[in-house]
Structure formats: C-alpha cells, structure tokens
Nanobody
Framework: QVELVESGGGSVQAGGSLRLSCSTS????????WAWFRQAPGKEREGVAG???????TYADSVKGRFAISRDNAKNTQYLIMNSLKPEDSGMYYC?????????????????WGQGTQVTVYS
C-alpha cells in the first residue's frame, strides 16, 4: 500500500515562499502521477498543480507563474514550491498520487491521498 507523507506547511507573510514536500516509500514511484490540492474552510477542494509520470505539468490559473511542481525520482519525493504567496493561498494542502494518469487536476483521478499540511498566509 502506497502511503504519502507531506511536510513543509506553515505560516508565512504575504509575498513569502514555502516549499511543500510529499514522499513515499513506494518502489514504483516513477510510474506515478502526482498533484497538490488545497481546501480552505467553507470552500471546495481545488487542484493547484500536477505532474505526470512523464514529467509534464499543469497548474491552476490562480497559481501560474508563482508555484512550481517538480519530482525527484531518486528520492521518491515531489515538491511544490510556492512563491509570492497571497492570503487566498491559505488552506490545507493535500498531496495525491495515482498510477499513470498524466498531469491532471481532477481529484477523481487520484486514489492515494496524504493527510494534508496547513498553509497560512497572513497579510
């Protein structure tokens, strides 16, 4: 069973940066597609960034140019680098994984989820 471990959340002032990490011990890591989703209180979960097993990426319009997703297959870890953070970026961020679904932000495509890490951006 694949388990995901997220880290890197925290509180930061608007304009600051954070790096989220999501790791797994799965030996088939390189075959997985990954994504980050976030959910703020009272709002629906939304896709933020995704990276396919082939390395292709996709981003929500609201984070394009500010966030970057990447993967390190040697470390079984993928990262979400968040720059120029805004208060509206606050929420619980979830890492998700699935075999070979490509770069997608559709939550229905993912069957493996982490526990989430909180990001708070204050003005």
């Amino acid at each position: 069973q694949v388990e995901l471990v997220e880290s890197g959340g925290g509180s930061v002032q608007a304009g600051g940066s954070l790096r989220l990490s999501c790791s797994t011990s799965s030996y088939v890591y390189e075959h997985y597609s990954w994504a980050w989703f976030r959910q703020a209180p009272g709002k629906e979960r939304e896709g933020v960034a995704g990276i396919g097993h082939d390395g292709r990426t996709t981003y929500a319009d609201s984070v394009k140019g500010r966030f970057a997703i990447s993967r390190d297959n040697a470390k079984n870890t993928q990262y979400l680098i968040m720059n120029s953070l805004k208060p509206e970026d606050s929420g619980m961020y979830y890492c998700a994984a699935e075999l070979r679904v490509g770069a997608t932000l559709n939550s229905d495509d993912f069957g493996i989820w982490g526990q989430g890490t909180q990001v708070t951006v204050y003005s």
